[in-house]
């Protein structure tokens, strides 16, 4: 059984980091494909980044040179590590894995099977 658990949200100014974790089990880390995902109340879940089972990575636009994706294989988790956060990145994250993995990154949140319970973000101004 798979399972996703995020933790490291919080408060922030703008222009400050936060580095999210998400704790896996189920799956092994190292060899998976893996996304984080953003929602904010009344719009989609939106891809923020992913990374494939070879490990090759994918960035939306607006996280593009101040989000990092990686992992931890001895921990088995997947980190986001967000710099010169904006009070547009406001918003409840989710770590994500798919049933199947590509070479590809996964970028819809309709090929994620696993989701975690999701850490909020709020950035302030």
């Known amino acids: 059984q798979v399972q996703l658990v995020e933790s490291g949200g919080g408060s922030v100014q703008a222009g400050g980091s936060l580095r999210l974790s998400c704790a896996a089990s189920?799956?092994?880390?190292?060899?998976?494909?893996m996304g984080w995902f953003r929602q904010t109340p009344g719009k989609e879940r939106e891809p923020v980044a992913a990374?494939?089972?070879?490990?090759?990575?994918w960035y939306a636009a607006s996280a593009k040179g101040r989000f990092t994706i990686s992992k931890d294989n001895a921990k088995n988790t997947l980190y986001l590590k967000m710099n010169v956060l904006k009070p547009e990145d406001t918003a409840m994250y989710y770590c994500?894995?798919?049933?199947?993995?590509?070479?590809?990154?996964?970028?819809?949140?309709?090929?994620?099977?696993?989701w975690g319970q999701g850490t909020q973000v709020t950035v302030s101004s």
């Open positions: 990374i494939s089972n070879i490990g090759d990575i």
């Open positions: 994500a894995a798919p049933q199947i993995c590509t070479m590809i990154p996964a970028t819809q949140a309709r090929e994620y099977t696993y």
């Open positions: 189920g799956v092994t880390v190292r060899t998976y494909c």
